[in-house]
């Protein structure tokens, strides 16, 4: 029988370790109760809509007779014959490819003035840094539609003052909302509106670099072109992969653009993007579940592009640090 000198002593040490156990379980647990507001927003605003989708592109509207009175309508199972017309449709895959041919033209053009204004704006002989920066970011700031009005207007040859000089200087006067020039015309109205965006991303990783670095380049008789070529764009290849990997999701999931000119010109059609395509079968033709079998195939699509790239990429840069 245990003596109440002893119990006393074995209830006084119990105590404090039930206190360090209960800590613990709270310390252990606080993280994930700071991630309960996150999850949750991103199970009702992502993960439901993208479940929702799916559910909807396994189904269709099977009419019965004339498709008149209450039950002459109604959804069955479709299995993944919505997917199998998708990718069938002719429109859908010129869409796709239109808008190949528009990546092909923005990534690196956009890509690539990014680069040039970061490095630009890295150097010591540059002036009024702050104003330069501000004004290359400032397109970034307007709403896709009102920078898509505002170059609509400019292209336009009735209102824009650029084809009023054309032609008092006696020069061609090109229509850009026709045949190929269209495509330079919605190129420019995404390179003008997210080079900001990538300048800046590229611009703070420069940053970063340690000054020690350029001084070292410097005393070894470094040029700086040589320290642009052989030192910067090395150590942002990061910041690089990064924004390319955002230009390559902003182009598959292009809208607004081709949306906002189609008003201005009949070279638009109501299909020229995949997502144009989503909202016309959606919204124009009522056939809600092919637009969502669409909607799963680009989604896919830039899923499985994106982990390509990224895969590639970090393949990459373990080659390099193995060497």
Not at 245 to 268: G, R
Request: include cysteine; charged fraction near 15%.
């Amino acid at each position: 029988m245990t003596s109440p000198a002893r119990r006393g002593r074995y209830g006084a040490g119990t105590a404090p370790y039930a206190r360090r156990t209960t800590a613990r379980t709270r310390a252990r647990s606080a993280p994930y109760v700071f991630l309960v507001p996150a999850t949750v927003l991103f199970a009702l605003f992502f993960a439901l809509p993208i479940g929702y989708a799916v559910w909807l592109s396994l189904r269709k509207v099977k009419v019965s007779g004339l498709g008149l009175g209450s039950g002459a309508r109604g959804e069955v199972w479709a299995g993944l014959e919505n997917y199998a017309d998708a990718l069938s449709d002719s429109e859908l895959l010129n869409g796709a490819l239109r808008v190949l041919g528009y990546g092909c033209i923005v990534v690196p053009v956009m890509l690539g003035l990014a680069l040039l204004f970061a490095l630009m704006l890295d150097s010591e002989k540059v002036r009024l840094a702050p104003f330069t920066r501000l004004a290359i970011f400032l397109p970034y700031a307007i709403p896709g539609v009102v920078a898509a009005l505002l170059w609509g207007f400019l292209y336009l040859p009735d209102v824009s003052p650029f084809y009023f000089v054309l032609d008092r200087l006696g020069l061609p006067q090109p229509d850009l909302l026709d045949g190929g020039p269209l495509y330079l015309a919605l190129s420019n109205i995404a390179v003008w509106g997210g080079t900001g965006f990538n300048m800046i991303v590229i611009y703070t990783a420069l940053q970063a670099v340690p000054a020690e670095v350029y001084e070292a380049a410097k005393l070894d008789g470094a040029t700086p072109l040589q320290i642009a070529l052989r030192i910067k764009i090395p150590m942002v290849a990061p910041s690089l992969v990064l924004t390319f990997f955002f230009s390559i999701i902003a182009t598959l999931q292009v809208f607004n653009e081709p949306t906002t000119l189609k008003p201005l010109t009949n070279s638009v059609p109501t299909t020229w993007s995949p997502l144009m395509k989503v909202y016309q079968d959606a919204f124009g033709n009522g056939d809600i579940h092919a637009a969502a079998a669409q909607a799963t195939l680009i989604a896919l699509a830039t899923l499985v592009l994106s982990f390509g790239f990224l895969r590639a990429a970090n393949r990459r840069n373990k080659q390099e640090a193995t060497r």
